[in-house]
Structure formats: C-alpha cells, structure tokens
C-alpha cells in the first residue's frame, strides 16, 4: 500500500536502509576529485585516498601503482559493502540485491565468450571479470562453441537461465552474434527486474520503474547509435529495445529508423527529459553522449536519497559508487599517461 511503508519498512530494512545510507556520506565529494586531478603520479593518488574509506584496501599496495591495482582495490571494497548488506538482508531485499549483480554476471558471461572466441587464456579473463557477477561455472563458459551449448553446459543452472530462452540458436558464436546476446540478456533482465519492482509496490516500484525506464531509453540510444552502418536491420534493431520506457513504444519507432547521430537527436529532442541533455552536444557530436547520461544517471540517483522506506537507494548507491570507481579509473589513466589536460573530459561529479 503506497504511503504506509513506514509502518513496517523499519522491521526488517531499518538497518540496512541505515547502512547504505552511511556508505553514501563516504562518497567522494568535489573537492576530493579536485584534489585527485591534481595528482602528479599514481601513488600520490594513493596518498589522497588515504584519508577516505579506500585507504585500508590501499595502505598495504607497494609503489609503483598501477592503474589495475587501484580499480581492484576500491572494487573490492564494494563487493564487501554489497556481501555484507546481501548477509544481513531478509526477503524481497535479499532478491531484491541479488538483482543489481545481473547485469555483472551478463557482462562476465560476454567477456569469457568474446575472450574466448579470440584465443585468449581463460584464466587472464576470469582475473578481468568483476567480482560481483561471478558463478560456480563461469570458467566452463570457455567450451561452448554457440549458445545452445552456453545455455545446456553452463547457463541453464544460473540466475540468467530465464534470460536465455529469447538467444537460444544454433549459430556459432561470432562478434555480431555476441553483442546481439548481451543486449537481448540485458532486455530481459530489465524487463524482469521492472516487473518485481512494480511487484513490491509503494516508493520502491515509484522510484525504481524510473531508474529503469531511464536505464531503458539510455540502453535504446546506445543500441542505435552503435548499430549505424552495421548488418543490424531495423526489425532486429527494434527487438532489442525494452518493452518499458519513456521512449516506449513510439520513441523506439522512431530510433529504429535513425541512420545518423543527429536523427537520434531529432527523435529525443521530443522528449523534454532528454532535451537538457543533447542541449550539452553541438549537432554530429556523440563522443560526449556518454558522458551526457552519466551526469543525468547521477542526478536521478542522487535524488533516490531524498525519500525514505524504499529500496531504490540500495541500487542508487551501488550505481553511484560504480560510477566514483569509474572516476578514479579515468583520473588514474590520466595521470599515468601524463594526459592531465584530459582529466576533466569523463569525470561525473557526484555531489
């Protein structure tokens, strides 16, 4: 029942709400990035993160530093929030965050079958998997030879097994037959998700259906500006899209049919939602695109916060500290490869 969340929310999510609700004060602020652009060399990087949450994941790390080192460690300390909130959590909220590492497991399964395809050494891709997305059987991925076989030998006892059933073919598995898995995977594991969210009812389904509606239309766009010039036609471009959305179903007949960046800016312009965002791009610009969500994902994130007695802040925080890793990956390259000019281009603010 919408608005009576606070009658019993606090019985079994009060703690947990009050949990993440603490990570999130310990997120980087923009005087902390500021101080990181400036950096000389990584570990001067490592110096500043000290003085934050990280600083016990990185005191032990001997110079030099690498890039890797410092992306590993802040993840870790992620995956140990994320396990211990997971540990303490009762159900929906336990589905509920096993749900946020889908996405992860998609990614994973993605990375080993690609990595695969071009000879790499399974051990190497499983080091680059994220810890979060991890299975007992990820490493058998390594022997399917088309998705049949990556649905019977591995999938088929893992979360995504559902997700499966839209990819099944017999086809051998090749670049272009990949990346059409990972985005039909990635539109039934959101459509799934939106369901059990509208499920839950109340502030959750509030606040999560349009976290997910903008994940959605964000996943539309990238499908099409990706698939310009490419064998994709606009009937399987089309069946890529979410059933759910701002831009459903109308927005998505006019993305199918766009053959240029600045037709998908046509298309979004419509929407005034999305009108601050290509405000940011001169026209044929899709460089910055990226960048452009990101800030918007943020905003919408940050402001999950602002209402009580839902679980949409377990996944905004998660988001937001993926997001903060993301940054720090970014500034480290830069200082690394002594790009400092570059820094600012893909840093997103949080607050």
């Given at each position: ?181 990972r985005n039909t995977l990635y539109k039934a594991y959101l459509e799934d998700f939106y369901k059990f969210c509208k499920k839950l009812g109340g ?52 993305l199918a049919v766009c053959e240029d960046v600045d037709q998908v800016r046509g298309a979004l312009e419509k929407y005034p939602a999305y009108q ?76």
């Open positions: 029942m919408y608005g009576f969340e606070a009658l019993t929310f606090n019985i079994h999510g009060g703690y947990l709400e009050a949990v993440v609700r603490g990570h999130r004060s310990s997120l980087l602020t923009a005087s902390d990035y500021n101080n990181l652009c400036q950096c000389e060399t990584l570990d001067d990087i490592k110096m500043h993160l000290s003085a934050t949450e990280y600083g016990p994941y990185l005191q032990n790390e001997p110079s030099p530093l690498h890039t890797t080192t410092i992306v590993e460690k802040c993840t870790l300390k992620l995956v140990d929030e994320y396990k211990h909130m997971l540990c303490q959590a009762t159900e929906p909220l336990s589905t509920f965050l096993e749900y946020i590492t889908y996405g992860h497991m998609i990614d994973n399964v993605v990375l080993i079958v690609t990595g695969t395809l071009h000879e790499r050494d399974v051990q190497e891709l499983l080091e680059k998997c994220h810890p979060l997305g991890m299975f007992d059987s990820i490493a058998s991925l390594a022997v399917a030879q088309n998705m049949r076989e990556l649905y019977r030998l591995v999938l088929v006892d893992t979360p995504l097994a559902p997700y499966f059933s839209e990819c099944i073919t017999s086809e051998d598995l090749d670049d272009m037959n990949i990346e059409i898995m502030a959750t389904a509030e606040i999560m259906t349009d976290l997910l509606a903008f994940e959605a239309d964000k996943r539309a766009v990238n499908i099409t500006i990706n698939s310009i010039g490419t064998e994709l036609t606009r009937d399987d471009r089309k069946k890529l899209y979410s059933n759910f959305g701002l831009l459903y179903p109308y927005g998505h007949e006019e601050s965002i290509f405000a940011k791009l001169s026209y044929g610009e899709s460089q910055m695109l990226d960048k452009a969500f990101y800030e918007e994902e943020v905003k919408r994130l940050c402001l999950a916060f602002e209402q009580q007695f839902h679980y949409g802040v377990f996944f905004a925080y998660m988001r937001l500290r993926e997001q903060e890793i993301r940054n720090l990956m970014w500034i480290s390259e830069c200082v690394a490869q002594n790009q400092k000019s570059r820094v600012h281009d893909s840093v997103v603010f949080i607050f």
